[in-house]
């Protein structure tokens, strides 16, 4: 340590990659599913490596920290066909810290507010093939209980919670996806 050091302040604290993802799934992410899904779509079908990380590093960049290569090799994009008409990406986000507040005094979870998120596992974008028409889903973790819950976010922002979601698996959330599909025709 320098003779200077000691009037440095402390660096800031690392956002957490659980607020990173959070801030791509809520945030980040429905501004490109609503107002340019052709291009995300176009992105993601490149099989570019680069469009796995795009959406880290634009997280990154608006909390003006870093990308770190080894975070940004957490984050996966996959696509699939529905059915003949309707495609789904999914960006599988990194496996997030257990949160379980279940059994926890108010008070102990208002002290501690800002130190755990509650984070995605996945996010998908269903897109018709002949329309266009585009829903955005996020399956992310419960505040209680360790489980899942699934939620849907509309082109105005609107955030439903739309229930208990399955485990964190990335063929079970694909089949939720076909479920769901199925359901809304």
């Given at each position: ?7 440095k ?13 959070y ?32 959406f880290?590093h ?39 810290a ?28 269903v ?31 609107t ?27």
């Amino acid at each position: 340590m320098g003779l200077l050091d000691f009037f440095k302040g402390k660096p800031a604290a690392r956002t957490s990659l659980e607020q990173l993802s959070y801030n791509i799934a809520y945030q980040i992410l429905p501004h490109y599913v609503f107002r340019q899904a052709a291009q995300l779509f176009d992105i993601v079908g490149s099989s570019s490596e680069t469009s796995h990380f795009l959406f880290y590093h634009l997280a990154c960049k608006s909390q003006a920290i870093p990308s770190l290569p080894e975070q940004a090799e957490q984050y996966h994009w996959h696509q699939f066909d529905l059915d003949t008409s309707h495609t789904l990406l999914v960006l599988a986000y990194p496996q997030p810290a257990a949160i379980d507040l279940t059994g926890k005094a108010v008070k102990e979870m208002t002290q501690n507010v800002g130190t755990w998120v509650i984070a995605p596992h996945f996010s998908g974008i269903v897109r018709s093939k002949q329309h266009d028409h585009i829903r955005y889903y996020v399956l992310g973790q419960t505040s209680m209980g360790g489980g899942t819950v699934l939620r849907e976010i509309d082109d105005m922002a609107t955030n439903a919670n739309l229930g208990a979601g399955p485990a964190p698996e990335l063929d079970n959330f694909v089949a939720l996806m076909r479920q769901r599909l199925g359901e809304s025709e």
